[in-house]
């Protein structure tokens, strides 16, 4: 076609006197890779879960994905599963260039279990502590829960508010829980009552009964039912075991005892002498400060050579703490003369 065009222009030349000029020559065109569509479905998945990469080239000779995938064909879908958040980068290429083209699946870490902490697994009524929780996520990593639902199975004993600050209303056990990410973390802490600290008060008799000599004596016409008497507690409270000195008006004895679930103090001692009190107290303390329970003693006079003995039944009247600090009362060091009945019962009234 070109050697005909060309001998026409020559004779058109020699004929006409035309001269023959060649035609522009148009560059070719140059075609890069279209890739049409590179998508991920769905784009967010759990961790475990699988998403589908698709995709559509046209006009190339190479085409490749990252993340370990390698060559793959001018179309088609492959299921992946990353463990973590993943952008996945096609690129396809000819003789003319490359074109690249990206998409991301999202990885939603699992939580696999929670933990719930605390300074104590014991704390007295009235006071309150954050409890803080961690979750272990499904990759290995931890992670602090901060937006969890907070709970408490015993709401007589604590309460427990969004932000996992733990109130102690009672006593007992309970377990405090937070919820996160479909899983629950717990820990189950003891509630109870503080008896540390100084302690005065009073209480009344409310039964009393002699045999032996200690009736022939006549001992109940001193302490009649209704008597009221002072007491005073110096105690020191380690969480459920409590120590200290009790105090029968000037009569004093040391005393030891646990604090039981439910928040009750039993508190034994001996008054030692010629003639001897033991000392049952027990004690309960709902409200903070406050003492409320009974008192118990046995009198026994073996070493005065008295038979018999005396049994006496008391309800606490009050009982105030006025220290949180124990220290023993003004008249702890009054010396006191025991030997007889009536020296201990004037004992028993003084302060």
Not at 213 to 235: I, R
Not at 266 to 293: E, M, N, R, W
Not at 298 to 326: E, H, K, N
């Amino acid at each position: 076609m070109k050697r005909f065009v060309l001998v026409m222009c020559l004779i058109l030349a020699v004929v006409f006197g035309v001269s023959c000029k060649s035609s522009p020559t148009t560059p070719p065109v140059k075609i890069l890779p279209t890739i049409s569509n590179f998508t991920a479905s769905p784009t967010t998945i759990q961790s475990g879960g699988s998403s589908t990469l698709s995709w559509t080239v046209k006009d190339a000779t190479s085409i490749t994905i990252d993340q370990g995938i390698g060559t793959v064909s001018a179309t088609g879908t492959r299921s992946v599963s990353p463990t973590v958040t993943t952008t996945y980068t096609m690129t396809a290429s000819n003789s003319e260039g490359q074109k690249t083209a990206s998409c991301i699946v999202t990885v939603e870490l699992l939580v696999q279990s929670i933990a719930v902490t605390s300074t104590t697994a014991i704390l007295y009524i009235g006071a309150s502590e954050t409890f803080t929780a961690t979750a272990t996520m499904s990759d290995g990593s931890s992670r602090a829960v901060t937006s969890g639902v907070w709970s408490t199975d015993n709401p007589v004993v604590a309460s427990v508010n969004s932000a996992g600050l733990v109130t102690i209303v009672g006593s007992g056990t309970v377990n405090v829980s937070v919820t996160f990410g479909g899983k629950t973390g717990s820990k189950s802490i003891r509630g109870l009552p503080n008896y540390q600290g100084t302690w005065t008060g009073t209480y009344r008799i409310d039964s009393c009964s002699a045999t032996g000599d200690f009736y022939l004596a006549d001992f109940c016409s001193y302490l009649p039912t209704g008597t009221v008497l002072n007491t005073d507690l110096v105690l020191t409270q380690n969480q459920d075991q409590v120590t200290g000195r009790f105090y029968l008006g000037t009569l004093s004895a040391d005393g030891i005892g646990p604090v039981a679930m439910n928040g009750q103090l039993t508190l034994t001692g001996k008054v030692y002498g010629d003639i001897t009190i033991d000392a049952f107290y027990l004690l309960q303390s709902t409200t903070p400060g406050q003492i409320t329970g009974g008192l118990n003693q046995l009198w026994q006079g073996i070493g005065a050579g008295l038979s018999g003995d005396v049994r006496l039944t008391c309800t606490i009247v009050s009982l105030s703490r006025t220290s949180l600090t124990p220290n023993e009362p003004a008249f702890a060091g009054t010396p006191v003369k025991t030997s007889t009945i009536q020296d201990m019962i004037r004992a028993l009234l003084r302060r």
